[in-house]
């Protein structure tokens, strides 16, 4: 996907909109308000310098007053105190800024009319209801002034000014400095937040590489973690995604590696079953119809044909009735049934049983088992269980090589072990050998060879939850399962 605006320059714009407001309402306020700010911060500064000249003035030290008065004129504020009777208009100035001078002279024409407007607006009247009258008239006069005034005692009162102009001016230079300012620090900062917006959004623009990749399946990369911040923990979270996948992924191959295996080895057991399937059929088939087409046989033809017959019958029979039990034993139908018995009666069972076949093959049984081998399993599975490892023992051994049966006690299990003299299982066999329909033995030499005898074993013992497997030795293989001991047992051992 091709990116139209990326989130770095989203976040630049972002943030550069943010300062260019932050500058535009800047310069609305200084315009609109800073002048009304100004003026009023003079305004609070006359009333502070008219109360601090009139302390100085009351408490009769001239020195101080004349002092304080030259403090505040160097300010640009003007000051006047003058004596006046607002009844009969009589007065005289105690002292004019203007002038620098103490006098009993009449007022001089500027102050005059000062005085004068601030009769007529009844400025001294109002003085006996307010501390202050404050005039702050907007004009286009030149010496357009701020004035307030106030009374220091009876019929004496102060005046202080500073102009207009001298506020409109500082507000004009500091508006347009602010805004000179403004824009070279916008300026800079835009150059800043490009860097740092690139900065930030790099681990972002990694992570979606990566993610990328992934979802693609290439898990070659990783995040780097640079903080802990959220795009870091994005980061390790990404990371432990793409970790959990790849084992996912390898774990899902080998799954599909061994589903086509099995899928292989079913398809070769059908291909065996049809096989094998048709010469005992082709029998049953061609000696049934031999018993309709002839007319005149003789008892002992009849009866050699009619055992061909049910032999392959039964051959065919017992195979059927092994896929049956692997099929429930998978689905669960057969549940478990666990009791506590003797392995030792299994292994004297089933040894007995089989003496004829190992006899024929001249082969030596030993038997090693512990006397006090009780387990706690099911008994018809386990007697199964041992019964076909038995066989296949006897199967692959070599005519007049030895087969070892012994068991072991070991904490809480009871081991059985099947030895036999013979041929080695190779690797790939030995990893296979307990799936079904697998068989090592490739010929088809005999119905009863499918590999379900030790899948039997498989779906049998992991009900059981317990151990087994197969093992090659110098000299043969040995087959092994183990069994949870019957709690009779280990009380015994103790």
């Not at 535009?24 to 911060?41: E, H, P, Q, R, W």
């Not at 009780?374 to 038995?390: G, H, M, S, W």
Request: net charge negative.
């Amino acid at each position: 996907m091709i990116l139209k605006f990326s989130l770095k320059n989203k976040l630049f714009l972002a943030i550069l909109c943010v300062l260019i407001l932050n500058v535009v309402i800047s310069a609305i306020l200084g315009t609109t308000m800073f002048d009304k700010l100004y003026t009023n911060d003079k305004i609070s500064s006359l009333k502070n310098g008219v109360e601090s000249i009139k302390s100085k003035y009351l408490a009769g030290n001239l020195n101080e007053t004349v002092e304080e008065i030259i403090n505040y004129e160097v300010q640009n504020m003007t000051i006047c105190i003058f004596s006046l009777n607002t009844e009969t208009g009589a007065g005289e100035i105690e002292y004019y800024s203007r002038q620098r001078y103490f006098s009993t002279s009449p007022f001089d024409n500027e102050i005059l009319r000062l005085i004068e407007r601030l009769y007529s607006e009844n400025a001294f009247s109002e003085l006996s209801n307010s501390k202050y009258y404050i005039r702050n008239i907007e004009t286009e006069r030149p010496d357009n002034n701020i004035t307030v005034l106030s009374n220091i005692k009876e019929n004496t009162y102060i005046i202080m000014q500073t102009p207009k102009k001298f506020i409109n001016d500082i507000s004009y230079s500091a508006i347009k400095y602010s805004l000179l300012i403004s824009f070279f620090s916008l300026l800079i900062a835009a150059i800043i937040m490009y860097f740092v917006a690139d900065k930030t959004t790099r681990p972002i623009r990694q992570l979606q590489v990566i993610a990328d990749k992934i979802s693609k399946l290439n898990f070659s990369e990783r995040c780097s973690v640079l903080s802990m911040d959220e795009v870091g923990l994005l980061s390790v979270s990404i990371n432990n995604m793409a970790d959990k996948l790849q084992d996912y992924v390898e774990k899902l191959k080998d799954d599909l590696l061994r589903q086509e295996k099995t899928d292989n080895m079913r398809k070769q057991f059908i291909a065996n079953v049809s096989h094998d399937f048709k010469t005992p059929l082709t029998l049953i088939i061609s000696y049934s119809e031999a018993l309709t087409d002839m007319k005149d046989i003789d008892e002992p033809t009849k009866k050699e044909y009619l055992d061909i017959i049910i032999n392959e019958a039964h051959k065919m029979s017992e195979f059927v009735q092994e896929l049956l039990k692997l099929s429930q034993l998978e689905v669960g139908i057969i549940k478990l049934e666990k009791s506590n018995f003797s392995i030792n009666d299994i292994i004297d069972s089933t040894i007995y049983k089989n003496l004829i076949i190992s006899n024929e093959k001249n082969i030596s049984i030993d038997k090693e088992t512990s006397e006090n081998c009780i387990v706690f399993a099911d008994y018809f599975r386990i007697e199964q269980v041992f019964q076909n490892l038995y066989e296949n023992a006897i199967k692959y051994c070599n005519p007049g090589g030895s087969v070892k049966v012994s068991t072991s006690i070991s904490d809480d299990k009871c081991r059985i072990s099947i030895f036999n003299t013979g041929n080695h299982i190779s690797d790939e066999d030995v990893e296979n050998i307990f799936v079904s329909f697998y068989r090592a033995d490739k010929s088809r030499n005999s119905l009863g060879s499918y590999g379900l005898g030790l899948a039997i074993v498989k779906v049998t013992m992991d009900m059981h939850g317990e151990q087994y497997g197969v093992k090659n030795f110098e000299n043969g293989v040995e087959f092994w399962f183990e069994l949870e001991n019957s709690e009779i047992n280990l009380k015994t051992e103790d």
